[in-house]
């Protein structure tokens, strides 16, 4: 007999507050550390609790036997709760929702329309060629920014940050923006994209937590919400025209036989110009600071771990002759290279709190009937530091991931890490984050010998979790 929601534990709670106060001077917590204060709370209440913030109701989960029944009850369309001000943006200024913030069958008609593209194993490959450059670029970069004694770079991860603009622009726009570029002017198309992407994506990260002041008035922060996304879809719409004049006239309906994601977005007539316009903007912001936190945080553990960054410039060098563009081949063999990024993922859980959905049915969680629309948050970045499902937990281990290497260390349980989320709705942009990741590896581990002399990186809690002090890797050339 399941116990009633109302006898769930969790932290005290004040009227109207919940325990938000907790997250403000008056309390121990900060929402930018918001994995503290969860790990403080598995250790105090178990693998479920209820947290009260403000309106809204959390349910934190901490067993992968109920993440998996949350999972399976999911249904054609899962729902996780969106951006606050995204949703308030829409109603006042009248932009239509993207991808990542629409429910019910009109997320399902978008996502059908990309899934197949974007979803294939294969999907990423076509752009194998141009991410290659673009990863190229990037370690000139690195090697003309590098100081010749200490071997940083100063500002690393905002040329990272670049290196993943880059990157998916060549997916989402089909061009090189030249976010790179040294000399980049005031006025041009790269810098504009550059400032107001990040206008958009700083707003939203600010306001996440925040009190939703905007829901009254213009704040600072809506206002630069708006001014970033009118400018992304702008330079979208721009992008968009020189993409459709270089195809011609496409007139197939049918995206499979389009082998640019851009061309068969385009030809495609179930998505209006503006549907276009969104999506593509949603791809594009939403895999800039994904994919550059994932990668900042990977190179970080190879530099403090000099055993396993030599194990794995043995398998690149194994693998790809010097001098050679990476293949579709090379990145198949290479098993080692995806185990470091699986154990970089794993200490440093790309979202807090794990992903996220709103219950289908009321459902037996934990031993507590939990009812249908109750928020629940898969706490996998908690889980994934618990020696019960990780043997020496706080180690950089790839070989955990390897069947063959792993005899000495326990197999980890499936729905404890799912960096890129489950079911029909996970990243949809996973194949082209991975490959962006494994070309700027590749390149910058065949290329320098990384080491890290400082302070330990943490985390801080942005719409992704993110280094929470400077990057400073040395970067030595190996020859
Ligand atoms: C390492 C980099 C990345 C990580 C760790 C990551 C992680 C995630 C996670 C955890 C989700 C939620 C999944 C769920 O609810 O089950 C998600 C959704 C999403 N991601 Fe990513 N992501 C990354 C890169 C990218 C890239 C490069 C793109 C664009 C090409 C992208 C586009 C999206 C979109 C559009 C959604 C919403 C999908 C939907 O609601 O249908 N992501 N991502």
């Known amino acids: 007999m399941a116990l009633p929601f109302s006898a769930m534990p969790g932290p005290r709670c004040v009227p109207i507050f919940g325990s938000a106060l907790n997250y403000t001077k008056l309390g121990p917590y900060r929402f930018e550390r918001l994995h503290l204060a969860k790990l403080e709370y598995y250790q105090r209440y178990g693998r479920i609790y209820k947290e009260k913030l403000g309106p809204m109701t959390v349910v934190n989960l901490f067993d992968p036997v109920d993440i998996a029944k949350v999972f399976r009850g999911e249904g054609k369309y899962p729902k996780r709760p969106p951006m606050p001000i995204v949703y308030i943006a829409e109603k006042r200024e009248k932009f239509a929702l993207g991808i990542g913030s629409l429910q019910g069958e009109a997320w399902f008609n978008v996502r059908k329309s990309v899934q197949k593209m974007m979803m294939h194993p294969r999907a990423a490959s076509v752009y194998l060629p141009a991410q290659n450059e673009v990863a190229d670029d990037f370690l000139q970069l690195l090697l003309d920014k590098r100081d010749r004694t200490s071997g940083e770079v100063s500002e690393l991860f905002s040329y990272v940050t670049k290196y993943a603009m880059e990157s998916i622009g060549t997916v989402c726009f089909n061009t090189r923006l030249g976010v790179m570029d040294d000399d980049l002017c005031l006025g041009s198309d790269a810098n504009k994209m550059i400032s107001s992407s990040q206008a958009m994506f700083d707003a939203v990260q600010k306001t996440m937590y925040a009190f939703p002041w905007y829901h009254f008035f213009r704040t600072r922060l809506y206002s630069q919400f708006v001014t970033g996304k009118r400018g992304c879809n702008e330079l979208a719409l721009k992008y968009l025209n020189a993409a459709r004049e270089k195809f011609g006239e496409v007139s197939s309906n049918d995206s499979e036989n389009n082998d640019s994601f851009l061309s068969a977005v385009l030809s495609n007539k179930a998505l209006s110009n503006e549907d276009a316009v969104n999506l593509t903007v949603d791809l594009f912001t939403a895999g800039i600071d994904s994919t550059a936190s994932a990668l900042s945080f990977a190179l970080y553990h190879l530099a403090k771990n000099p055993a396993e960054q030599e194990k ?16 579709v ?21 790309p979202v807090e709190g794990g992903t996220r959905r709103f219950l289908e049915e009321d459902t037996v969680l934990g031993g507590y009937m939990v009812p249908k629309g109750a928020l629940i948050a898969m706490n996998n970045q908690v889980m994934c530091l618990q020696e019960e499902y990780f043997e020496r937990p706080e180690e950089f281990l790839p070989e955990r991931w390897l069947k063959k290497d792993s005899r000495d260390i326990q197999a980890p349980p499936p729905f404890v890490m799912m960096p890129f989320g489950y079911g029909p709705r996970m990243c949809i942009g996973r194949r082209f984050a991975e490959q962006e990741i494994y070309l700027a590896l590749i390149k910058i581990v065949q290329t320098f010998r990384m080491e890290y002399h400082h302070e330990p990186i943490g ?21």
């Open 312 to 327: 794995l410039y043995q398998e690149i060098s194994t693998v790809i002759p010097r001098g050679c563009s990476v293949s």
């Open 329 to 349: 081949s090379h990145i198949d063999n290479m098993p080692y290279l995806k185990a470091c990024i699986k154990e970089s993922f794993r200490l440093n859980f």
């Open 459 to 479: 985390m801080i809690n942005r719409v992704f979790t993110m280094p929470d002090k400077a990057l400073r890797i040395a970067l030595f050339p190996r020859d």
